[in-house]
């Protein structure tokens, strides 16, 4: 850069503000920590004799660019947005990107140093990997416990969801899992609650009370979420459905009755005169419909499984419906008789297994008795091991009865599932929706099944909404 000292013979105002040899342009500010007011700012005013240059130095730095590190800083504020970026992106790096950015200190380092026991140790059977770093969280499980506390304590409770579950399958933690410390430091998820099923057999007697202080602070959560929805969705289906049009006067629904019979209004009269009068069903107690829940229980719907178990538990709440939960892998358990307890449900469950379908609509077609007020829901990935024909049959003899048949690839929050698409496709040409359904849409599907509308355009529409 020029030397400006030697072509003004007397200092300016700015020459005294600045050193000779790098004066501040009027149209180029001096660096943020220069001018702002915590660090002696002066006012406007006193700044203005720097601000009118001499003429011979317009021309030589008009065009002379400032330095990346003076361009980062030159506006007040900009530093500060600079470093957060360096800092997001050493945090999403991790210690790859320590020599570029520095290292992680106070709680970043500790939050980087969480992520890297889980996402820079290779996880299972990558030795290389963990030869390169101390980190990992080892075999011990007092070590993952502590593991567990830092994560929920520097992370929002959907991460810790996310990284527990990668941590039981990067680093092989399902074993830890039967050890009640580590179930104590845990985030209760759903999730979580699968994978604790899956280990219901291996389980010892010290470690299920505290997995079923989990399952059931997770089976609580859901219920809080869906038990409202489902009875109001339900309850209001079963009332539509139960309209009728020969009412007793106080049963006359006088919006619907006026609407249906608007053509027969009489001008002369000033008033219509029904020809078809619409009420109410009257209030029951009685049963209305029958709903058998058959649910494939198979290591890849577990948290359809969970869900599952929830929603019967809530339906079997509701008098207006007679509800029946049925799981199956390779044999049949009827968990009907446990629905008043959906903690019990989910531990009656055997998560894992192979898959016979047809064995498990066999059964499920002796609980249905009246089949025009029945509602059939399979929950299942179509994986079929047993006899594929009959399966398909078995569907056919129950839609042609009457009965309303849906089968939900999935039912759970976890995006589109795997499934068998030769079935899928077999079961839509018998006019059986075949489609994954999340637990927030699952009460308007079954209020659309008790008012047997098109369950294949419910189906479309729900695909295109998700």
């Given at each position: 850069?020029?030397?400006?000292?030697d072509?003004?013979?007397e200092?300016?105002?700015?020459?005294?503000?600045?050193p000779?040899?790098?004066?501040?342009p009027?149209?180029?500010?001096?660096?943020?920590h220069?001018?702002?007011?915590?660090?002696?700012?002066?006012?406007?005013?006193e700044?203005?004799?720097?601000?009118?240059?001499?003429?011979?130095?317009?021309?030589?730095?008009s065009?002379?660019?400032?330095?990346?590190h003076?361009?980062?800083?030159?506006?007040?504020?900009?530093?500060?947005?600079?470093?957060?970026?360096?800092?997001?992106?050493?945090?999403?790096?991790g210690?790859?990107?320590?020599?570029?950015?520095?290292?992680a200190e106070?709680?970043d380092g500790?939050?980087?140093?969480?992520?890297?026991a889980?996402?820079?140790s290779?996880?299972?059977?990558?030795s290389?990997?963990?030869?390169?770093?101390?980190?990992g969280?080892?075999g011990?499980?007092?070590k993952v416990?502590?593991?567990?506390?830092?994560?929920?304590?520097?992370?929002?409770?959907?991460?810790?969801?996310?990284?527990?579950?990668?941590?039981?399958?990067?680093?092989?933690?399902?074993r830890?899992?039967?050890?009640?410390?580590?179930l104590?430091?845990?985030?209760?998820?759903?999730h979580?609650v699968?994978t604790?099923l899956?280990?219901?057999?291996v389980m010892?007697?010290?470690?299920?009370?505290a997995?079923?202080?989990v399952?059931?602070?997770?089976?609580?959560?859901l219920?809080k979420?869906?038990s409202?929805?489902?009875?109001?969705?339900?309850?209001?289906a079963?009332?539509?459905?139960s309209?009728?049009?020969?009412?007793r006067?106080a049963?006359?629904?006088?919006?619907?009755?006026?609407?249906a019979?608007?053509?027969?209004?009489?001008a002369s009269?000033?008033?219509?005169?029904?020809?078809?009068?619409?009420?109410?069903?009257?209030?029951t107690?009685a049963v209305?419909?029958?709903v058998?829940?058959?649910?494939?229980q198979?290591g890849s719907m577990?948290?359809?499984?969970?869900?599952?178990?929830?929603?019967?538990?809530?339906?079997?709440?509701?008098r207006?419906?007679?509800?029946s939960l049925v799981?199956?892998d390779?044999?049949?358990?009827?968990?009907?008789d446990q629905?008043?307890d959906?903690v019990?449900?989910?531990?009656?469950?055997q998560l894992?297994?192979g898959?016979?379908?047809?064995r498990?609509?066999?059964y499920?077609q002796?609980?249905i008795t009246?089949p025009?007020?029945?509602i059939?829901?399979?929950?299942?990935?179509?994986?079929?091991?047993?006899?594929?024909e009959?399966?398909l049959?078995r569907?056919?003899?129950m839609?042609?009865a009457?009965?309303?048949?849906?089968?939900?690839?999935?039912?759970?929050?976890?995006?589109?599932?795997?499934?068998?698409?030769?079935?899928?496709?077999?079961?839509?040409?018998l006019?059986?929706?075949?489609?994954a359904?999340?637990?927030d849409?699952?009460p308007?599907?079954?209020?659309?099944?008790?008012?047997?509308?098109?369950?294949?355009?419910?189906?479309?529409?729900l695909?295109t909404t998700m």
């Amino acid at each position: 850069m020029t030397d400006f000292s030697d072509m003004s013979p007397e200092p300016t105002p700015a020459d005294e503000l600045a050193p000779s040899h790098e004066p501040a342009p009027s149209h180029e500010p001096a660096p943020a920590h220069e001018w702002t007011p915590s660090h002696g700012s002066a006012p406007s005013s006193e700044r203005a004799p720097s601000q009118e240059p001499a003429p011979s130095q317009e021309p030589a730095l008009s065009h002379e660019p400032a330095p990346s590190h003076e361009r980062a800083s030159s506006r007040e504020g900009e530093g500060e947005p600079a470093r957060e970026r360096a800092r997001r992106w050493r945090m999403v790096l991790g210690g790859p990107a320590e020599e570029a950015l520095g290292k992680a200190e106070g709680r970043d380092g500790q939050m980087d140093a969480a992520m890297a026991a889980l996402y820079d140790s290779g996880g299972p059977g990558d030795s290389e990997a963990g030869s390169r770093r101390s980190a990992g969280l080892g075999g011990s499980a007092p070590k993952v416990a502590r593991w567990l506390g830092d994560i929920r304590e520097y992370f929002p409770s959907t991460v810790v969801q996310v990284m527990q579950s990668d941590a039981i399958e990067r680093l092989d933690l399902t074993r830890l899992l039967l050890e009640p410390e580590m179930l104590a430091a845990v985030e209760p998820d759903v999730h979580l609650v699968g994978t604790l099923l899956s280990l219901n057999r291996v389980m010892p007697a010290k470690t299920k009370e505290a997995a079923r202080a989990v399952v059931q602070t997770v089976v609580e959560q859901l219920e809080k979420r869906i038990s409202q929805k489902t009875r109001a969705a339900v309850s209001g289906a079963l009332n539509r459905a139960s309209r009728i049009n020969r009412p007793r006067h106080a049963d006359i629904d006088w919006d619907k009755t006026i609407r249906a019979n608007l053509k027969h209004y009489q001008a002369s009269l000033g008033t219509v005169i029904p020809e078809r009068l619409v009420g109410y069903g009257r209030r029951t107690t009685a049963v209305q419909r029958d709903v058998v829940l058959c649910v494939d229980q198979s290591g890849s719907m577990a948290s359809s499984v969970v869900f599952s178990g929830v929603f019967a538990a809530v339906l079997a709440s509701m008098r207006s419906l007679r509800t029946s939960l049925v799981v199956f892998d390779t044999a049949v358990v009827d968990l009907t008789d446990q629905l008043s307890d959906p903690v019990e449900v989910l531990f009656g469950t055997q998560l894992g297994g192979g898959t016979d379908i047809n064995r498990a609509i066999a059964y499920s077609q002796q609980l249905i008795t009246r089949p025009r007020d029945s509602i059939f829901v399979l929950i299942s990935d179509l994986y079929e091991g047993g006899v594929r024909e009959q399966m398909l049959r078995r569907v056919a003899e129950m839609t042609a009865a009457g009965v309303q048949v849906v089968v939900l690839l999935a039912l759970s929050d976890e995006g589109a599932p795997a499934y068998d698409h030769e079935n899928a496709a077999a079961l839509a040409a018998l006019g059986v929706p075949a489609f994954a359904c999340t637990p927030d849409a699952f009460p308007d599907l079954m209020a659309a099944a008790i008012e047997r509308r098109d369950l294949m355009a419910f189906a479309e529409r729900l695909v295109t909404t998700m």
